[in-house]
Structure formats: structure tokens, C-alpha cells
């Protein structure tokens, strides 16, 4: 869609002005907000220091240190391209919370070791952004690379062919640390990207299972090496790989640390989505600014919605619009939520790159899938349904019964889910349930557009104003006062399309 559109739908689903001081902090763009350094101007418990550095700080030598990292940023942000300026700077802003969530152990636990490795780590940091600050404009693909969780080398081995090396750190403190040392062999594909395999290190305790390589792939974006991990959630998070237990900081951009340039010519443009990567507004806009595979996404996923538009009726037209501006809301939130998972309340603080960069990229297809695939030609009520809400899959026997099988979600949140499962028939063109209530399930064509239990809204108002109908049924056991009812469209088969599951949400 274009660009105008895109931001009136962004501003109708967040309901204000889109700007980056009027979103939600998670929401906002890193590189909306300031890149100084935290640590010395906060206390343990996060609040602010007036006028100065905390005694802690200038004790332990770390306001020194930290003006030596903003110095060394300030200067190697200047040297950036425009379109690579805003991923620095998130780097750098992830970078700043790891360190200030590491120093909340530091300043309460008081340990000289503990202590020192704060001062290497910020040491490191001004060190690397020099080098960084010298890398801007290196061209090929072999050599050194870097971000705030660690280094990989890119070395040409048999032409086309690359090995990859790289070692990961990160502590945020307390028992939240992470290490992966890990080797892959990558080659050239038809789509610039060079794709392979880790090359894991076997465990030598005596009946422990061996490490299963994982797929991994690379390319350049613009400025920027562009490192994707491609595995299920177990391999990601737990690994019998001794040297690399923990996958999941893997993806990333990263960025060429000296200037000396590759010993290979590799493709360098810059993969373009449909907004501006100079300014993006959200994280998630950083994050496909990031990712060739986001940004063509978002290419694709424009070009669909131009082009089917003008197959609807007025009526599908608007209920599809309506939904889009919902489905623009749900991708805002859909990376920084699953970059910091709520559920793993201890390791909120992380950054979950390999599993936030894989939510965003299903979103994406899934969405993609519906408006490539909108089948405006359906007869009746089998198929998949698919909403920026909900899904539901309906199967019809030649008897004319139905099953259908499906949920409605609330974004963020699985606990705000209604499970469909429905049975019955069709008679005389309309669906009847098996079991029949007061507030029966229901499925209804409305032109190209599917309305399923069209009555709960109504009950479900009657339950949050405390007057529950005595003979209601509640649709959503989780919580009760929730309304199941959606309006879907119809969608052809793809893989992409989410199943009743619903994996990533």
C-alpha cells in the first residue's frame, strides 16, 4: 500500500497521531530514542540521577569508560549510511539495556570479578566502535563483523562457498548469560543469499544425544551483514551443542569491523520496503528495514493488497480495510513482543532475536498468503477463513455435515483466546449446530466474508456489565466475558496460513 495509506492505517489501529514520542516505548523505534549511555546516570533501582554521575559509577572508573563509548559511537554513527544509521543505533540502544540490566546484579551483589567484567564489556565496546566507525563501506562478504551480542568471520573457502565463525556473549546479569561459539558452511543460492548449515560441536559425555545442525543463512543489506537462524523454537532455545547451548541471539545485523575490504565481490544493495528506512517509526519497521526477506515481504504484501482491492465488493472492501488497520496494529506489536516473550518473565530483559524475527516474518507470509490467495470464487462454507484475529477451517461432508476447527486470539496474549470447535449441518443454505442453546454456535455467509457466532457479541456485553443471561454460554473458557465472535475471509491453501494452533501468536 502506499506509504500515505500505510501510516493512516498504523495511526487508526495504535487510535493516535503517528509519531515516535506519542507510541508505546516497546512499540517506538530504538533509534527514535536516545543512544547515551544509561548506566552512570541511573540508580540500582532504574530512577534518575539530577545533574551528575552516581558515586558508584565515578568509584568504579565506569563514567570514564562510558563517555569513551558515547565518544567512539558519536564518531562511527557520523560515517554510517542513512539507511543504515537507524540499525546502529538500535545496536547500540540494545547494547545500553544489556549493560544497564547487568550493572542491577553488579551494584547489588558488589563482586570484584563482577565489577571488572562490566569494565571490559564497556571497554570492548568503545574498542569495537572504532573499528566499526572504520568498517562503513567495506565491500565483499569476507572478514570480520560485529554487533552488541558478539563476532563472526566470514572466510571464502571453495568459490561460492563461505565459512562462517562466530562467538556470542551476553549477560544481563543475575543468572541471565548466554555464550555460543558455532562454525557453518554456507553457499551461494539463486535469491543473494548464501544459505547452509551449523556445524555443531558433539557433546563427549557418554549417552548424550549429538547436536543437530541447524539451518542458517546470510547476506548483505546495504551496509550491514544480515545473519538468519532457521529452526524450530527447541532448536533455537536448548541445543546439545556444548559449545553453543542457546541459538537465539544469532539473527542479527552486523556490522564490518575494520575497513579492510572483502576478498570477494558480493551483492551490497539494500533491500527496499515500502516506507522510508531513513526514519523508520517502529521497532518492527527497524527490524524489516533489517531483513532483505521482511522488506521483500513488505514489497509483496503491497503489491497484493493493490491489486485485489479492486475485486471486492464495496462491502468486503471496507470489512477488509477495517481489518487491515487491525492486522497493521497486531505487525507493529508482533516483533518487540515476541524480541522480550512475556511469558519467560525472567528473561523479559533479553533480547530474543531468532524468535522475534521469525513471528514477524510468519505474520508477514501468512497476511500475504490471505491477499495473494483471496478466494473471492468460494461456494459456501468449507475452506479456510482467516481474519487478523482469528481462523477457522471448515470441512463439509457429502451429507452436508460440517466440522469446523479454529480459535480467535487476542494479540500478545494466548490466555484471551476462544477455541472453535464446532459440528452440525446444513439445511436449506444455513448452518445448524449439534447443539443448539440459547446462544448457539453460528457460521453465515455475508457476501465474500464469513461471520461466525454473529449473536456472542451481545452476550458478551451482557457479561461485562455484570448481567449475565442466565441461560448465555460462554464461547471463551478462559475468560468468560471475551466475545467469539470474527469476521473472516476466505483463503486458498498455503502452507503459510496459520493452523487452528495458531504457532505464531
Not at 237 to 260: E, H, I, M, W
Not at 397 to 408: E, L, P, V
Amino acid at each position: 500500500m502506499s506509504r500515505p495509506l500505510r501510516l493512516a492505517l498504523l495511526a487508526a489501529a495504535l487510535s493516535i497521531p503517528v509519531t515516535a514520542h506519542a507510541m508505546d516505548d516497546d512499540m517506538r523505534a530504538s533509534s527514535r530514542g536516545s543512544v547515551a549511555m544509561t548506566l552512570c546516570a541511573q540508580n540500582a533501582d532504574g530512577s534518575k540521577i539530577e545533574g551528575g554521575t552516581s558515586k558508584y559509577c565515578r568509584e568504579n572508573g565506569y563514567d570514564k569508560l562510558v563517555a569513551a563509548v558515547d565518544t567512539a559511537f558519536a564518531t562511527a554513527v557520523g560515517k554510517a549510511q542513512a539507511n543504515v544509521r537507524p540499525l546502529f543505533r538500535r545496536d547500540q540502544v540494545w547494547f545500553n539495556e544489556m549493560i544497564q540490566q547487568s550493572d542491577y546484579t553488579v551494584e547489588a551483589v558488589d563482586g570484584t570479578e563482577l565489577r571488572k567484567t562490566l569494565a571490559d564489556a564497556l571497554r570492548q565496546r568503545a574498542a569495537l566502535l572504532d573499528d566499526i566507525g572504520r568498517g562503513f563501506g567495506r565491500s565483499g562478504l569476507t572478514g570480520a563483523w560485529a554487533n552488541a551480542f558478539g563476532d563472526v568471520t566470514i572466510t571464502a573457502t571453495d568459490p561460492g562457498t563461505y565459512r562462517l565463525d562466530a562467538e556470542l556473549s551476553s549477560n544481563y546479569g543475575a543468572d541471565m548469560q548466554s555464550h555460543c561459539k558455532l562454525e557453518a558452511t554456507v553457499k551461494s543460492g539463486p535469491d543473494s543469499w548464501l544459505a547452509g548449515a551449523t556445524i555443531p560441536t558433539q557433546p563427549t559425555q557418554p549417552g548424550a544425544l549429538p547436536a543437530e545442525p541447524v539451518s542458517i543463512k546470510l547476506r548483505r543489506q546495504g551496509d550491514t551483514l544480515r545473519i538468519v537462524i532457521l529452526a524450530t523454537e527447541e532448536q533455537w532455545s536448548f541445543s546439545n551443542d556444548p559449545d553453543c547451548g542457546r541459538l537465539d541471539q544469532v539473527t542479527g545485523t552486523y556490522f564490518a569491523s575494520a575497513r579492510k575490504d572483502g576478498t570477494d565481490k558480493g551483492d551490497t544493495s539494500f533491500i527496499m520496503p515500502t516506507f522510508d528506512c531513513i526514519q523508520p517509526e517502529t521497532a518492527t519497521d527497524e527490524e524489516i528495514c533489517a531483513d532483505p526477506d521482511l522488506a521483500t515481504n513488505d514489497q509483496r504484501l503491497n503489491r497484493a493488497w493493490k491489486a485485489l482491492l479492486p475485486r471486492l465488493d464495496e462491502a468486503t472492501r471496507r470489512a477488509l480495510t477495517d481489518d487491515q488497520r487491525h492486522w497493521v496494529g497486531a505487525q507493529t506489536e508482533q516483533y518487540p513482543e515476541f524480541l522480550h516473550p512475556a511469558w519467560e518473565k525472567v528473561n523479559a530483559p533479553i533480547h530474543h532475536t531468532v524468535f522475534g524475527r521469525d513471528r514477524l516474518n510468519s505474520l508477514q507470509r501468512e497476511r500475504i498468503a490471505l491477499l495473494e490467495g483471496f478466494d473471492d470464487k468460494r461456494i459456501g462454507l468449507a475452506g479456510t477463513w482467516l481474519a487478523y484475529n482469528a481462523v477457522i477451517k471448515i470441512t463439509m461432508d457429502k451429507d452436508g455435515s460440517i466440522d469446523a476447527k479454529g480459535w480467535k486470539w487476542l494479540q500478545g496474549d494466548w490466555k484471551d483466546s476462544c477455541d472453535y470447535e464446532m459440528s452440525g449441518e446444513v439445511k436449506d443454505g444455513a448452518f445448524r449446530a449439534s447443539d443448539q442453546g440459547k446462544n448457539p454456535d453460528t457460521l453465515e455467509r455475508d457476501r465474500d466474508m464469513l461471520v461466525v457466532n454473529r449473536l456472542d457479541d451481545a452476550f458478551a456485553s451482557k457479561r461485562k456489565a455484570g448481567k449475565t443471561d442466565k441461560d448465555d454460554e460462554p464461547k471463551c473458557k478462559r475468560v468468560g466475558s471475551i466475545s467469539s465472535t470474527a469476521r473472516l475471509f476466505p483463503a486458498k491453501p498455503s502452507e503459510d496460513i496459520d493452523n487452528p494452533e495458531g504457532a505464531i501468536r
